[in-house]
Each structure stands twice: as structure tokens, then as C-alpha cells.
T-cell receptor, first 116, second 113 residues
Framework: AQSVAQPEDQVNVAEGNPLTVKCTYS??????LFWYVQYPNRGLQFLLK??????LVKGSYGFEAEFNKSQTSFHLKKPSALVSDSALYFC??????????????FGSGTQLTVLP | KAGVTQTPRYLIKTRGQQVTLSCSPI?????VSWYQQTPGQGLQFLFE???????NKGNFPGRFSGRQFSNSRSEMNVSTLELGDSALYLC????????????FGPGTRLTVT
């Protein structure tokens, strides 16, 4: 079965500084990888995904993520954080191929707080 | 294009009752998934439907069921409600294919008393 780990429940960063939200996964084969963001009392919003190709994926609102196959990681990054980036971030993985248990599995979430 | 809509947005039910939640996907999306979100368990997958067929099912008891209609709209039902069913229930839709991102609705906040 697949699993996703977000080792940090909380990440604090000063506005203007770079931010990283960590994600590692466990799944057989090459999975599809996703990042979502959730603002209070809202559903999740899609940020970016890795399907294949370039290991650096660019997404919405200036976010990017780096896929590292050897470390089974997919860390979310942004060069310069904004206060408005403060939200709950989820990493998700979905196995490829046929068969059952191919659902999207989410990590536990990381609360990002950008301090002014 | 209109987003995913979920009705109702808020529900208060009593233990033992049943509840039906509704989800209308983005036009053209044929895949609909349901998730339960709680502070303790996080986001947990309930089930996924595609073209009126259940493709995947999460590890939830049989009290949780769902269905999808020919217009891709979906409903989920929870029977014999328990206090632990209090949660935010999220619906998401996507194009066919596992590599496509899911688009989430605002959720239905269910409170069981």
C-alpha cells in the first residue's frame, strides 16, 4: 500500500525568505505526485503535479516542487514567501498501472505560517 | 467554468440517523471521489466513481456508500450515524485518467450529536 509522509506539522518562515515543505512517499513503481493547498473553511486547491519528465515542476502562485526518485521525495518550494501563502499544504501520491488501490493518498498536512 | 459544488454545506444530525450528501462535478469530469477530513485522521479516501461504477473503495465500514448518476453527479450516504462520523466531507472531480489532478468542492460539514 502507498503512503505519504510530511514530517513537519508546522513550518514558519519570514516573508520574503524561501520556503520548503517536505514530502516523502512510499509506493511501488513511479507514482503520480501532487501538491494541494487548503485555506480555512475551504476545499483543497491544486498547486502542481509530477507526471514524468523534468524533475523540477512549476505550479501555481510561484510554487515549484522537486521530484527526487532516489530519495522518494517531492518537496514543495517557493523562492520568496508571502503572508498570503499561509495555509495547510498536502502532498499526495497515486500509483500508476492497473489493479485496485490506486486511489489518491494524502499526507497528514503541513501548516505553513509566513510571518510579516 | 463552474467549480465542484456540494450540498448541503452544513448538516447537524443525531446519532442513529442517516444522511445523504450531494456533489456536482465540473462539467466534462466523469470521475468523482469522496474524502473524509478530520483533525485526528486527516484526509481519508472513501470511494471513487467513474461512469457510474465504483473504481476504488477506501477502508470504511459498509455504513458509508455512494453512487454516481449518468450525468456524473454523485451522492454519498452514511447510515446509522455515529459521533465519530462528524467531519468535513469533500468531493473532488477530475478528467478520466489517474494522472489528472482532482478539483475539490468546498465540502459538507457534518456534525453528529
Amino acid at each position: 500500500a502507498q503512503s505519504v509522509a510530511q514530517p513537519e506539522d508546522q513550518v514558519n518562515v519570514a516573508e520574503g525568505n524561501p520556503l520548503t515543505v517536505k514530502c516523502t512517499y512510499s509506493v511501488s513503481g513511479n507514482p503520480y505526485l501532487f501538491w494541494y493547498v487548503q485555506y480555512p473553511n475551504r476545499g483543497l486547491q491544486f498547486l502542481l503535479k509530477y507526471i514524468t519528465g523534468d524533475n523540477l515542476v512549476k505550479g501555481s502562485y510561484g510554487f515549484e516542487a522537486e521530484f527526487n526518485k532516489s530519495q522518494t521525495s517531492f518537496h514543495l518550494k517557493k523562492p520568496s514567501a508571502l503572508v498570503s501563502d499561509s495555509a495547510l499544504y498536502f502532498c499526495a501520491v497515486r500509483p500508476r498501472g492497473d489493479g485496485s488501490a490506486r486511489q489518491l493518498t494524502f499526507g497528514s498536512g503541513t501548516q505553513l505560517t509566513v510571518l510579516p | 467554468k463552474a467549480g465542484v459544488t456540494q450540498t448541503p454545506r452544513y448538516l447537524i444530525k443525531t446519532r442513529g440517523q442517516q444522511v445523504t450528501l450531494s456533489c456536482s462535478p465540473i462539467s466534462g469530469h466523469r470521475s468523482v471521489s469522496w474524502y473524509q477530513q478530520t483533525p485526528g485522521q486527516g484526509l481519508q479516501f472513501l470511494f471513487e466513481y467513474f461512469s457510474e461504477t465504483q473504481r476504488n473503495k477506501g477502508n470504511f465500514p459498509g455504513r458509508f456508500s455512494g453512487r454516481q448518476f449518468s450525468n456524473s453527479r454523485s451522492e454519498m450516504n452514511v447510515s446509522t450515524l455515529e459521533l465519530g462520523d462528524s467531519a468535513l466531507y469533500l468531493c473532488a472531480s477530475s478528467l478520466a485518467g489517474d494522472g489528472y489532478e482532482q478539483y475539490f468542492g468546498p465540502g459538507t460539514r457534518l456534525t453528529v450529536t
